[in-house]
């Protein structure tokens, strides 16, 4: 386990911020890492197992079990690079909150989210089963929570108290000053780990949202989760291939040709015959995940209204616009208008 904490790269992001806090104790903040007594100016990441050393020497030196929090108010959405911005400029609070469900490993490999819809509620659930964190799994939690709920606020543009973010141990001995940092409303002893909103908010627009700013930042996210994924990861990569595949679609606005099999077998030094087995192992196939990813991009394009649904039939490179409209339908089960006005 710790020989592949000591291959996953982090961004120093986080440790540079501690040093800021803590100029006087750098020495001990870094003890035990390898990195010395202080941080290149040019050094932009470091290993997973070296952040989690730096946060083992937080927690020594402060001897607070809040830590976790305090450390968690300094930070805000913009903290986070091209996460963050992907996240402020996606077109709804939905979409931002998909992005950090989907790029959380690029901030922080060590721990896993997921996204459902449970009653009326859209949960972002933690997972810390891959790299059981001990001791440090209630504090950086606690920092991960603040971030989901400082991004909430940033697009709502107040304290988003309808937020509901649940915790699976009881209370700890802090646990009172969660008022002072969360909005919303603290449960314990819960089934599971997550962060939890009305469904009906992921529609919120989101005010800085910058079409081209959104898609960069996303391409950049992609960059950086693909320096994480393991080569036999090939589900993972084929689903990034194709996601970016499809975004020179809204980039360039024009047409472009449909995927190829072979296309992606070649970026996966893969040849076609072994990528389908790859995929089919994993309960999937290349026609399945083209399809997810056009039926993503014409969900999006519904959404905005710059885009006619014939002009979003031609992007799709359907024939027309009633080709599209079947093809939609049986993708989700509804027509393209239909969606369109249940979005507004």
């Given at each position: 386990?710790?020989?592949?904490?000591?291959?996953?790269?982090t961004p120093s992001?986080?440790?540079?911020?501690?040093?800021?806090?803590?100029?006087?104790?750098?020495?001990?903040?870094?003890?035990?890492?390898?990195?010395?007594?202080?941080?290149?100016?040019?050094t932009t990441h470091?290993?997973?197992?070296?952040?989690?050393?730096?946060?083992?020497?937080?927690?020594?030196?402060?001897?607070?079990?809040?830590?976790?929090?305090?450390?968690?108010?300094?930070?805000?959405?913009?903290?986070?690079?091209?996460?963050?911005?992907?996240?402020?400029?996606?077109?709804?609070?939905?979409?931002?909150?998909?992005?950090?469900?989907?790029?959380?490993?690029?901030?922080?490999?060590?721990?896993?989210?997921?996204?459902?819809?449970?009653?009326?509620?859209?949960?972002?659930?933690?997972?810390?089963?891959?790299?059981?964190?001990?001791?440090?799994?209630?504090?950086?939690?606690?920092?991960?929570?603040?971030?989901?709920?400082?991004?909430?606020?940033?697009?709502?543009?107040?304290?988003?108290?309808?937020?509901i973010v649940q915790?699976?141990?009881?209370?700890?001995?802090?646990?009172?000053?969660?008022?002072?940092?969360?909005?919303?409303?603290?449960?314990?002893?819960?089934?599971?780990?997550?962060?939890?909103?009305?469904?009906?908010?992921?529609?919120?627009?989101?005010?800085?949202?910058?079409?081209?700013?959104?898609?960069?930042?996303?391409?950049?996210?992609?960059?950086?989760?693909?320096?994480?994924?393991?080569?036999?990861?090939?589900?993972?990569?084929?689903?990034?291939?194709?996601?970016?595949?499809?975004?020179?679609?809204?980039?360039?606005?024009?047409?472009?040709?449909?995927?190829?099999?072979?296309?992606?077998?070649?970026?996966?030094?893969?040849?076609?015959?072994?990528?389908?087995?790859?995929?089919?192992?994993?309960?999937?196939?290349?026609?399945?995940?083209?399809?997810?990813?056009?039926?993503?991009?014409?969900?999006?394009?519904?959404?905005?209204?710059?885009?006619?649904?014939?002009?979003?039939?031609?992007?799709?490179?359907?024939?027309?616009?009633?080709?599209?409209?079947?093809?939609?339908?049986?993708?989700?089960?509804?027509?393209?208008?239909?969606?369109?006005?249940?979005?507004?």
């Amino acid at each position: 386990m710790n020989s592949e904490l000591n291959q996953l790269p982090t961004p120093s992001t986080y440790t540079r911020l501690l040093l800021q806090r803590w100029p006087e104790q750098a020495g001990n903040l870094l003890a035990g890492t390898g990195l010395g007594d202080s941080l290149a100016p040019t050094t932009t990441h470091i290993s997973a197992a070296q952040q989690l050393q730096i946060f083992r020497n937080v927690m020594a030196l402060t001897g607070r079990t809040d830590w976790g929090l305090i450390f968690g108010q300094q930070l805000n959405i913009t903290s986070h690079g091209p996460l963050g911005f992907a996240a402020l400029s996606a077109p709804t609070l939905g979409e931002g909150l998909d992005v950090l469900v989907q790029f959380a490993r690029i901030r922080s490999p060590f721990i896993s989210f997921s996204a459902s819809q449970q009653n009326n509620f859209f949960c972002l659930t933690v997972d810390t089963t891959r790299y059981p964190l001990g001791e440090l799994e209630l504090p950086l939690i606690e920092v991960l929570m603040q971030i989901a709920s400082s991004y909430v606020d940033a697009v709502m543009g107040h304290s988003a108290r309808e937020v509901i973010v649940q915790f699976a141990w009881p209370a700890p001995p802090h646990a009172a000053l969660y008022a002072q940092y969360f909005n919303g409303r603290c449960e314990f002893n819960a089934a599971t780990t997550a962060f939890k909103l009305p469904a009906g908010l992921r529609r919120l627009p989101c005010p800085l949202h910058d079409e081209k700013t959104y898609r960069a930042a996303l391409m950049r996210c992609r960059e950086a989760l693909n320096s994480l994924l393991h080569p036999k990861d090939i589900l993972t990569r084929a689903e990034h291939w194709l996601m970016a595949h499809f975004d020179q679609l809204t980039t360039l606005g024009d047409p472009i040709s449909q995927p190829r099999l072979d296309d992606l077998a070649a970026a996966l030094a893969l040849s076609p015959r072994t990528l389908i087995r790859r995929l089919d192992e994993h309960g999937s196939s290349f026609r399945s995940l083209c399809s997810a990813q056009q039926q993503q991009l014409a969900c999006r394009l519904l959404s905005d209204a710059r885009y006619s649904v014939s002009d979003i039939a031609q992007l799709l490179g359907y024939s027309d616009a009633a080709n599209f409209g079947r093809a939609f339908r049986q993708m989700t089960g509804v027509a393209p208008g239909q969606y369109r006005r249940g979005k507004r």
